[in-house]
């Protein structure tokens, strides 16, 4: 008969608990809409600081494609030496593919070299010119241009190589741009979040200072802050999720308008803009879970000081 009790004494406290913590769920999502205006606040507020670090993140994004778009553009090319016939000449490919930082190595025929040279030139300017002038050359792509000084010097120690052609000084502009394009861009996006956090942070504190009497009243008769804190909680959280997937939309919307009167210029003719949907999930991952961890902390943060009564 005590266990029978026991076990139902049980059941009673457990179902007490599940309708206290429902209530206080509900009472947050309750206070949205009784605050309906300092809710509107909030969920602008994140809305605004997740675009402005968004836009930021994706054209340091951008900038890093177009960047390497470029990277790839500066190819070394390594001149077989004139001795070497066209099968030996291709026979040195696995030396020069076994260098380190050589990412790939395209063996290209002295007739093929001639072809690409006279495309860029009138005809009668080459007569009397014929493949014997060219070399059998490798067009070579690197893993990072970083290395290209280094890369070069290594490739002039295959055998079989004669020459090699590398725009080293170009190489250095490009690393240089990469690096400071992402200092910059880590830089701004390390701002921004603080003062995105300290907006938000305050803008809920703003909407919580009106509801202090109601606070100082429920920690009066006897109420814990765990019971007062669940309400703020769900608030926060709620507001967050809106305010990020809100912002999530409005940010594809501008980006797709943005990147379409780009691509309908002439700079779309030579810059490749990263689509959305290469970056929708983690752009979307990074505003819900922004809008949340800034939303619960808000609610937290926000009731601090009234909850010592």
């Given at each position: 008969m005590a266990a029978t009790l026991s076990v139902t004494e049980w059941m009673g406290?457990?179902?007490?608990?599940?309708?206290?913590?429902?209530?206080?769920?509900?009472?947050?999502?309750?206070?949205?809409?009784?605050?309906?205006?300092?809710?509107?606040a909030s969920v602008t507020i994140i809305m605004a600081c997740l675009i402005i670090m968004g836009s930021v993140s994706l054209l340091s994004v951008n900038i890093d494609a177009l960047i390497k778009d470029l990277e790839n553009q500066n190819e070394v090319v390594a001149?077989?030496?004139?001795?070497?016939?066209?099968?030996?000449?291709?026979a040195i490919e696995s030396k020069i593919e076994a260098v380190e930082n050589v990412e790939s190595a395209d063996f290209v025929p002295r007739e093929l070299a001639m072809d690409n040279f006279f495309d860029n030139y009138d005809s009668y300017v080459m007569e009397g010119i014929d493949s014997t002038v060219f070399r059998h050359r490798f067009v070579i792509h690197l893993t990072d241009i970083a290395l290209m000084s280094e890369?070069?010097?290594?490739?002039?120690?295959?055998d079989?190589?004669?020459?090699?052609?590398?725009?080293?000084?170009?190489a250095d502009i490009?690393?240089?741009?990469?690096?400071?394009?992402?200092?910059v861009s880590l830089v701004l996006i390390v701002m921004l979040?603080?003062?995105s956090v300290f907006i938000m942070s305050n803008t809920i504190k703003l909407a919580t200072f009106n509801r202090r009497e109601e606070i100082a009243i429920m920690k009066m008769v006897g109420a814990n802050n765990g019971f007062i804190r669940l309400p703020f909680i769900v608030e926060g959280?709620?507001?967050?999720?809106?305010?990020?997937?809100?912002?999530?939309?409005?940010?594809?919307?501008?980006?797709?308008?943005?990147?379409?009167?780009i691509i309908s210029t002439v700079a779309g003719s030579f810059i490749r803009v990263v689509p959305f949907t290469d970056v929708a999930v983690t752009v979307l991952?990074?505003?819900?879970g922004t809008g949340i961890l800034v939303g619960v902390f808000g609610g937290i943060n926000a009731i601090r000081n009234y909850l010592k009564v």
């Open positions: 406290t457990t179902v007490m608990k599940f309708n206290r913590g429902g209530y206080l769920i509900g009472e947050g999502f309750r206070s949205i809409g009784k605050h309906g205006f300092m809710s509107f001149f077989v030496d004139e001795e070497l016939s066209e099968e030996e000449a291709k890369t070069t010097d290594n490739l002039m120690k295959v079989g190589v004669a020459k090699v052609r590398a725009h080293i000084e170009y490009f690393v240089t741009i990469r690096n400071v394009v992402s200092v979040v603080f003062v959280l709620t507001l967050g999720l809106i305010g990020g997937g809100l912002a999530f939309l409005a940010e594809w919307g501008v980006y797709e308008v943005l990147t379409g009167k991952v990074c505003y819900l």
